[in-house]
């Protein structure tokens, strides 16, 4: 299963992507994590990425074409996997398009905008791993620790709320009309986003089904 998942920031796309990950067993390509990991390693990547996402931009489609062919190509992705954060862009999704990946299926999680703000200003990530919760919806079992491997939580530097109005009009500009690209491909796949994640997960599988 070869799936790439398109959604607003904050509509739950990282911890579904998680959840389908376990689920079908392939890992989960996150383009946000690689970028987030290489900011904090201090590496040539992480520091042209690092004002891009600071101001609620993209990163080049260059940098990021080449940062997902490479990995793709790894071991892990041969019997499939789940693109979350990647393509972003028309220009992205023309890219995958004429490389010799075949997308099987295009995931959509829908969430109005008033819930997506309120999610992303709560949210919490851990520091070491990554992993995301939130101060209301996915409370960690210890306050301020990640259940995963006990790095310490925090709030990301990109869910300000200033950064957040960015990001959203970026995604409205940019990443939206990926869901018309997809959807005249015939292999875009729509699920309602809940109040909760089981439920969302429950929405999101019967969208995969068809
Ligand atoms: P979210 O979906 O919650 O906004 P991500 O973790 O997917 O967050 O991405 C964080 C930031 O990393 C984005 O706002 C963007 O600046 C950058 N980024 C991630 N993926 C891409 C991509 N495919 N193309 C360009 N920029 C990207
Ligand atoms: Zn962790």
New binding site residues.
């Given amino acids: 299963m070869k799936l790439i998942i398109v959604?607003?920031?904050?509509a739950g796309?990282?911890t579904q992507a998680e959840i389908i990950s376990k689920h079908f067993g392939i890992p989960t390509i996150?383009?946000?994590?690689i970028?987030?990991h290489n900011i904090k390693e201090g590496t040539e990547l992480g520091k042209i990425?690092q004002n891009?996402?600071n101001d609620?931009?993209?990163?080049?489609?260059d940098i990021?074409i080449d940062i997902?062919r490479k990995r793709l190509t790894e071991d892990d992705c041969k019997n499939g996997f789940i693109l979350?954060?990647?393509?972003?862009?028309l220009n992205?999704a023309e890219a995958l398009d004429k490389s010799d990946i075949n997308i099987d299926k295009v995931l959509t999680i829908e969430v109005e905008e008033e819930k997506i703000v309120e999610r992303?200003s709560g949210r919490l990530e851990c520091s070491s791993c990554g992993s995301s919760f939130h101060k209301i919806y996915r409370t960690p079992k210890v306050d301020g620790v990640c259940d995963n491997c006990g790095g310490s939580l925090r709030t990301r530097k990109?869910d300000q709320p200033d950064v957040i109005r960015d990001?959203l009009e970026?995604?409205h500009k940019q990443t939206a009309p990926l869901k018309d690209f997809y959807e005249k491909k015939g292999i875009l796949c729509v699920a309602e986003g809940k109040e909760s994640i089981e439920d969302t997960t429950a929405e999101v599988l019967k969208a995969l089904e068809n």
């Fill in positions: 959604a607003a920031p904050g796309k990282g996150s383009t946000g994590a970028l987030r990425a891009y996402i609620g931009k993209l990163v080049p489609d990021m997902v979350d954060g990647f393509p972003r862009t992205q992303l990109d990001r970026t995604y």
